[in-house]
């Protein structure tokens, strides 16, 4: 059974940081897509970091330049670093993954979630 389990959500200030974690170990197939979606209050969840097979990044625009996606393939560890945060981040994070090679926007692609971690920037 594929658990995915998000950490390090919280409170910061606008122009903090923040780093989220995601334990995969328990999804075998860690040479395939993973990323981070958020779903801000009253909003869809968007896609706004992914990290394909071949450890190549893609990024939405909205935070492009100031989140940085990456995986610990040893540890089975995804992170999402989060830098000079503004309160428009504000939202719930989920990390996801699905067995394609290269990672789609769409949510509907991805059958496994974690159960989300909320992040506010005040």
């Known amino acids: 059974d594929v658990q995915l389990v998000e950490s390090g959500g919280g409170s910061v200030q606008a122009g903090g940081s923040l780093r989220l974690s995601c334990d995969t170990s328990?999804?075998?197939?860690?040479?395939?897509?993973m990323a981070w979606f958020r779903q801000p209050p009253g909003k869809e969840r968007e896609g706004i970091a992914y990290?394909?097979?071949?450890?190549?990044?893609d990024y939405a625009d909205s935070v492009k330049g100031r989140f940085t996606i990456s995986k610990d393939v040893a540890e089975n560890i995804l992170y999402l670093q989060m830098n000079s945060l503004k309160p428009e981040d504000t939202a719930d994070y989920y990390c996801?993954?699905?067995?394609?090679?290269?990672?789609?926007?769409?949510?509907?692609?991805?059958?496994?979630w974690g159960q989300g971690t909320q992040v506010t920037v005040s």
């Open positions: 996801a993954t699905n067995w394609r090679l290269r990672c789609t926007e769409n949510p509907s692609d991805f059958p496994y």
């Open positions: 328990t999804f075998t197939g860690s040479s395939y897509c």
């Open positions: 990290i394909h097979h071949d450890l190549t990044t």
